[in-house]
């Protein structure tokens, strides 16, 4: 089992950055696929981010270029840095794991099995 917990997050102006973090405890993050999802206001979860167990990652294409997703197992800590930021990229971001090996990580919200309390992004029109 592993407990996540979310920072970094809050109010930037478009065109500008965050760095996400996601503190795990427990075990480390190399043994799971780890996931950045976010939910804007009214809509669903949505995957944006993910890195698998072998370091491969994946983005949405609403993302790519901007957000960089990485992991540090000395700090047993994954990254989300947002660049560029959108107003659109307003949500709660959520940070995931998923315990089963899977060659890339999934974008499927029902395959992660652990998830911290989200932080919010607001990025105003």
């Known amino acids: 089992q592993v407990q996540l917990v979310e920072s970094g997050g809050g109010l930037v102006q478009p065109g500008g950055s965050l760095r996400l973090s996601c503190a795990a405890s427990?075990?480390?993050?190399?043994?799971?696929?780890m996931g950045w999802f976010r939910q804007p206001p009214g809509s669903e979860r949505e995957f944006a981010a993910g890195?698998?167990?072998?370091?491969?990652?994946s983005y949405i294409e609403a993302v790519k270029g901007r957000f960089t997703i990485s992991r540090d197992t000395a700090k047993n800590t994954v990254y989300l840095q947002m660049n560029s930021l959108k107003p659109e990229d307003t949500a709660v971001y959520y940070c995931?794991?998923?315990?089963?090996?899977?060659?890339?990580?999934?974008?499927?919200?029902?395959?992660?099995?652990?998830w911290g309390q989200g932080t919010q992004v607001t990025v105003p029109s």
């Open positions: 995931a794991a998923d315990r089963t090996p899977r060659t890339d990580a999934s974008s499927n919200v029902h395959h992660y099995d652990y």
């Open positions: 427990g075990r480390t993050v190399s043994m799971y696929g």
């Open positions: 890195i698998a167990r072998n370091g491969g990652t």
